[in-house]
């Protein structure tokens, strides 16, 4: 297993992709040069539709998207499928995975309608699993910990179960 944080410096990705030639495919010739023997390689990104996403999804077989269940957050899905839609001419083995809802408050209902939604619109593409609302990430980044100093707790185990239904079909 390796993991390459994603640091400050990323902020600035998009400034400096902007003049390159090829700027979308950066990340997937990347990759190719180095010839990299994984079984996984998971790339988690910031909600933005921009070069950078561009570049991960060039260089994806499949993409995992998360929900909230904000007021917002169907019309965010509605743009990222549509966003994937207009990158697939570059990458014709791109394929949503499926939707992953993220932040659950279970004290509400509003996520049971969302997810009543999202099923209606994309029959078969949201996950079983699901993540908690949960203190402990805020606690984990200023900590500087990871999940995987964390595996006692409720997090840690929808995580993994998250795991084993991605990998499992």
């Not at 390159?20 to 539709?49: F, G, T, V």
């Not at 697939?88 to 209902?109: A, E, H, Q, V, Y």
């Amino acid at each position: 297993l390796d993991i390459i944080p994603n640091n400050i410096l990323s902020c600035d990705i998009n400034l400096i992709l902007a003049p390159e030639i090829a700027r979308e495919l950066k990340l997937k010739n990347a990759l190719d040069k180095d010839n990299l023997k994984y079984d996984y390689i998971i790339i988690d990104c910031n909600p933005s539709l921009d070069v950078c996403l561009i570049n991960v999804l060039c260089c994806s077989n499949i993409v995992y998207i998360l929900i909230d269940t904000s007021a917002y957050s169907f019309v965010g899905l509605t743009n990222i499928v549509n966003f994937i839609e207009k990158v697939k001419p570059l990458n014709p083995n791109l394929n949503i995975g499926g939707f992953i809802f993220n932040n659950i408050d279970r004290r509400t209902t509003l996520f049971k309608e969302i997810i009543d939604a999202v099923n209606h619109i994309y029959p078969y593409k949201l996950l079983k699993t699901t993540i908690s609302l949960n203190s402990i990430y805020p606690k984990m980044q200023l900590k500087k910990e990871t999940i995987l100093s964390n595996k006692n707790t409720k997090s840690y185990l929808e995580l993994s179960k998250l795991t084993e239904e991605i990998i499992n079909g």
